[in-house]
């Protein structure tokens, strides 16, 4: 096996545990290497830092499979996904998770869905890519599943020379399916969806509007297919209004609330919530609870002042459409934007609209993703609830 030694000095990041290596980090090669190999990574003075797959295409030229120098083969894969999944039963996900969290799950850029028996798989490196036998293979004998198909269709495939593509790793299947989630039902489409159909790092986050909502008129934006809405219908609220920019989604939407015969409490519209919310809080109508869980902001360190604008301004327009004592919900799954600087942006809205804020709850994204301490960016979604008075 190839061996890549690293600098005397690199950052304490690779030492810590973090799996990336840049290629500045690298001091030499000792040998032949082809795009995707396995190679294995030594320290300076010569101590194994681990085994990983080597892109010299990819800005991160090495992302490390494991700590040790273990053979990396398909009982590799298959023990893996075995305790990714030990894990996610362990802590209360059965039927549907994210089975396979990437870098938090020692397979890094691996993203792997379990929908029920169905499971949506994302391989968004060469390095991990050229495992996708393997990986099925190892999902196949652990779940025996109905379907597994890949929605590989992503931009990001193309920084490591990766076509962009999506289609069945499985006899052909039916791609709509209905999946329970907290005691309601909804349709996925494994296909067509955004991202791999389903927004799962919500799910314990949608229980935690439950009391707020009782009887209130609720307004959502950026709905996608209706989960939080669909949830406060269910909840007791009087009346809730989605709204989402895709015609697509919101015809969903609308199919969601239909197959939890809630179609009479919560209706779906497509229009621009940027609009929206603009326009409302001149002279539109007041709700008792406003929801919003926009798309990230960005992907680029130079233009977090922007996403963070950007989160003042929706929240901001959000408070003012507010009742007196009314609740704001509020996610951000921008991962450059640190809890912290979330909050004290939400907090800048409120001095700005003029509000007093009550926290009820803060929140991350649900546990089958780990966030993985020392790795801040598997430490993305924030979710906040508050009360929100005049001052
Ligand atoms: N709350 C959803 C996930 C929302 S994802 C859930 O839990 O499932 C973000 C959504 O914002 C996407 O559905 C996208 O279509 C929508 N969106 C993006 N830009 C928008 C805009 N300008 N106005 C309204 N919706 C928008």
Known sequence: ??????KKKIAPRIA???PWIYANEIDRIAGETTPGDIVEVRFADGKIAGVGY??????????LLSRR??????DFFHQQILKAW???????????CRLVFGEADQLPALIIDKFNDYFVIQT??????IWKPAIVKALERIFNPKGIYERNDVPVRNLEGLPQLKGFLSTPFDTNIIINENGLRFHVDI????KTGYFLDQQDNRRAIQHIVKGAEVMGAFTYTGTFEIHAAYYGAKSVLGIDISEQAVIQANKNAALNGLEKIVEFKAMNAFDVLKDWGKNGPCYDVVMLDPPAFTKSRDSIQNAVNGYKEINLRGMKLIRNGGFLVTSSCTNLVHPQLFLETIHAAAKDAKKRLKQVTFQAQASDHPIVWGMENTNYLKFLIVEVCDR
């Open 191 to 194: 296909e067509n969806g955004q």
């Open 86 to 96: 030990q894990y996610r039963q362990k802590t209360g996900y059965t039927e549907n």
């Open 1 to 6: 096996m190839t061996k890549v030694y690293l």
């Open 69 to 74: 120098p273990v053979e990396i083969n398909e």
């Open 54 to 63: 080597i892109n010299p295409k990819s800005q991160i030229i090495i992302r």
């Open 124 to 129: 968004l490196s060469l390095g991990m890519d």
């Open 16 to 18: 810590n545990g973090h």
